[in-house]
């Protein structure tokens, strides 16, 4: 037998607080297989924060070859 996968990570694209969060929260717990959906605050912050950073980078060069496209 393979590798199993024991949960995934979901990183949101900035920081929101947890009131805003709850519809995203429902949402994924809803999907097939998931047993639960928990906020991450502070534990496994040095990974949220280089996707996130990471992500952004990407929008950015994105928009640019955008505009080059346009222009």
């Known amino acids: 037998m393979g590798v199993r996968l024991k949960g995934l ?3 949101l694209e ?5 009131d805003d969060v709850a519809p995203l ?5 809803q999907l097939r297989g ?3 959906v ?3 605050a502070d ?6 924060n280089r996707r996130m ?6 929008a950015r060069i994105w928009a640019a070859l955008q505009d080059e496209a346009k222009g």
């Open 34 to 36: 998931v047993a639960s």
């Open 53 to 58: 950073v990471a992500h952004g980078i990407k």
């Open 25 to 29: 929260l429902a949402a994924i717990g």
């Open 43 to 48: 534990d496994i912050s040095d990974v949220i």
């Open 9 to 11: 990570v979901v990183t």
């Open 38 to 40: 928990d906020t991450v």
């Open 14 to 18: 900035a920081d929101m607080h947890p």
